[in-house]
């Protein structure tokens, strides 16, 4: 088997996400997906990765990666060569399984349980598609359906709390804080502010008290004095993590935060590559790891970070707030992966927009996600994508193959 062309799809209205398309000569395609920068990505896959691909065996995995992983620049961040590579990947993983008549899954080395837990990230419908706000307060944006999560936390994070529960769903992720790092910069935060910011945890106690877990998502925007700050503050409502407390280019900084703020801390899906995990893992600046397979490789480098933090005893939480296929690839890593304990989801994505782009849904109930059925990743982009008139599509390809 050869690949013979690859194809990228995008939608104007969800500009951040890129599809991809890995034509062969057996007529197999497989399916990949990244995330953001999208428009950049895209030519870095027809200009750059095309040449390097057509006419390789889509099978040898491994070297792929490595060629597209190891590259002169970019080979230690999640910029664009770094988001290529992992589209790529997720595509040849779907391949493989198409291949030998198996899901992802499996391949991988089957399941280590018959479903993973799912913790809701209150985000909206409208959180990542052109022209969202990501940060939003009381009296923005109409609702659109019943999951205005991110809204909800703003507005009352306790009945909130009560809506998940009654789905199944015992874990949510919140990101109060954020507004105050915009407008300060991320080194400081007035009393007054924080008192604001811990409302929704405060709600959620009152409402629910411990039947919720409640993770805080700081996005990388915080200084560590600001971070230990707001960390101290927290500590009465016991979080589960605080999540990225403060921007991700000094483990020694994190380990600090890690060992003062009295929180356990999950790192980050922002970070690529192996050698990148190692350091937060040796610095003990983690106590639970997130990546991203759209971000960090694609699904062979979250493997090998999974596995070596497994040998760090650290359980593993593979990051979700993107796309579709995305969201498939990591329901397929986390059901194998002995060392997950959560797989992310947006339940304001799962049940409207994603269903119009892809023919599967994955079978999500009492707050658990289960297996694909069918084979490779066990979905395909849906006909309202590829005939979208707004679609645009690109090809680059051999016909001599």
């Not at 690859?6 to 599809?19: D, F, G, R």
């Not at 060629?67 to 910029?79: H, K, N």
Request: with cysteine; hydrophobic share 40%.
């Amino acid at each position: 088997m050869k690949i013979t062309a690859i194809e990228t799809i995008q939608l104007p209205h969800l500009n951040n996400i890129l599809w991809l398309h890995v034509h062969t000569d057996e007529g197999l395609i497989g399916l990949g997906e990244t995330f953001r920068g999208a428009d950049a990505v895209a030519t870095y896959l027809h200009k750059d990765v095309a040449p390097l691909l057509i006419g390789r065996n889509p099978l040898e995995i491994d070297a792929i990666s490595k060629t597209l992983i190891e590259t002169y620049v970019g080979f230690r961040s999640s910029g664009v060569e770094m988001r290529a590579a992992s589209a790529v990947d997720i595509a040849l993983w779907d391949l493989f399984g198409k291949a030998l008549g198996q899901p992802v899954h499996q391949l991988l080395g089957g399941l280590s349980r018959p479903r993973i837990r799912t913790y809701n990230t209150c985000a909206g419908y409208t959180y990542n598609k052109s022209g969202a706000r990501r940060y939003i307060g009381d009296q923005d944006t109409p609702d659109e359906g019943p999951y205005e999560d991110q809204i909800a936390f703003t507005r009352d994070a306790g009945a909130l709390a009560q809506s998940l529960l009654e789905e199944g769903i015992t874990a949510m992720k919140i990101w109060p804080f954020d507004p105050y790092a915009v407008a300060s910069g991320g080194n400081f935060i007035h009393r007054s502010e924080l008192d604001k910011a811990l409302e929704p945890f405060r709600l959620i106690r009152e409402a629910v008290g411990d039947r919720m877990e409640v993770m805080v998502e700081l996005h990388s925007m915080w200084d560590l004095p600001s971070a230990l700050a707001i960390a101290r503050e927290l500590r009465e409502f016991r979080p589960f993590w605080a999540e990225d407390p403060i921007k991700m280019q000094d483990p020694d900084a994190l380990a600090t935060y890690a060992m003062r703020s009295g929180l356990p801390v999950c790192a980050s899906e922002t970070v690529a590559t192996r050698s990148q995990f190692l350091e937060l893992l040796r610095k003990g600046a983690a106590d639970y790891v997130m990546l991203d397979i759209s971000w960090c490789g694609g699904l062979s480098e979250a493997k090998k970070i999974a596995t070596m933090a497994e040998a760090f005893q650290r359980p593993v939480a593979p990051h979700d707030c993107t796309g579709p296929v995305v969201f498939a690839a990591s329901i397929h890593l986390s059901l194998n992966l002995p060392n997950a304990i959560f797989q992310e989801s947006v339940r304001a994505y799962y049940s409207s927009w994603y269903r119009d782009l892809v023919t599967v849904m994955p079978h999500i109930a009492d707050g658990h996600i289960h297996p694909f059925e069918g084979v490779g990743l066990g979905l395909e982009l849906s006909p309202f994508l590829l005939n979208n008139p707004n679609a645009v599509i690109r090809r680059t390809g051999r016909d001599d193959l």
